[in-house]
T-cell receptor, first 118, second 114 residues
Framework: EAGVTQFPSHSVIEKGQTVTLRCDPI?????LYWYRRVMGKEIKFLLH????????ESGMPNNRFLAERTGGTYSTLKVQPAELEDSGVYFC????????????????FGPGTRLTVL | AQSVTQLGSHVSVSEGALVLLRCNYS??????LFWYVQYPNQGLQLLLK??????LVKGINGFEAEFKKSETSFHLTKPSAHMSDAAEYFC????????????FGQGTELSVKP
């Protein structure tokens, strides 16, 4: 079974440009999460999809970030326009089933996309 | 807000020595707790998890962790380090009823000397 995949693995762009990151979750996983790790800091939650719906986007830094999940399959995270502080590694994770309050569903992580904004 | 603190951003041990990676969490209600490992150029991999069952949790690759509510700790141990254990380790919590999102500690880079 294929794991979570992310594309591209690396992206180098200039400040003010637009970048779109893609995540393909494990087939059948309804939950999809985006996280980000800025250099030297902890991995931080960005948002959570359940199928195509945004369940929690409390971690999105600002309105320059737009996440979508068309048809409840793959997801994209667009940064427009990119700023220097957006540099970091963006992780995607997916999990099976819906959160039921007290049942944990293991999240499977992709390898991440390393974004560098110059 | 809940938080996770990992003591030591870098830990170095000799091969065969005990591995101890420290993790403390802040929560009035014991959350779900996890340890993840990241090898170079790979995604995070779940080592073990605590979900309110046994307080001593055994994971993959010989790692285990003990949940201590009185100390709000969830330290990761391995009796004998192997060169292949060199990686970055993350402690994380998943708060109740928050959709399963994870709150991570800062990470600890483990080096293993021959």
């Amino acid at each position: 079974e294929a794991g979570v995949t992310q594309f591209p693995s690396h992206s180098v762009i200039e400040k003010g440009q637009t970048v779109t990151l893609r995540c393909d979750p494990i087939s059948g996983h309804d939950n999809l999460y985006w996280y980000r790790r800025v250099m030297g800091k902890e991995i931080k939650f960005l948002l959570h999809f359940v199928k195509e719906s945004k369940q929690d986007e409390s971690g999105m830094p600002n309105n320059r970030f737009l996440a979508e999940r068309t048809g409840g399959t793959y997801s994209t995270l667009k940064v427009q326009p990119a700023e220097l502080e957006d540099s970091g590694v963006y992780f995607c994770a997916s999990s099976q089933l819906r959160w039921e309050g007290n049942i944990y569903n293991e999240q499977f992580f992709g390898p991440g996309t390393r974004l560098t904004v110059l | 807000a809940q938080s996770v603190t990992q003591l030591g951003s870098h830990v170095s041990v000799s091969e065969g020595a005990l591995v101890l990676l420290r993790c403390n969490y802040s929560s009035s209600v014991p959350p779900y707790l996890f340890w993840y490992v990241q090898y170079p150029n790979q995604g995070l991999q779940l080592l073990l998890k605590y979900t309110s069952a046994a307080t001593l949790v055994k994971g993959i690759n010989g790692f285990e962790a003990e949940f201590k509510k009185s100390e709000t700790s969830f330290h990761l141990t391995k009796p004998s380090a192997h060169m292949s254990d060199a990686a970055e380790y993350f402690c994380a919590v998943s708060p109740w009823n928050q959709g399963g999102k994870l709150i991570f500690g800062q990470g600890t880079e483990l080096s293993v000397k021959p």
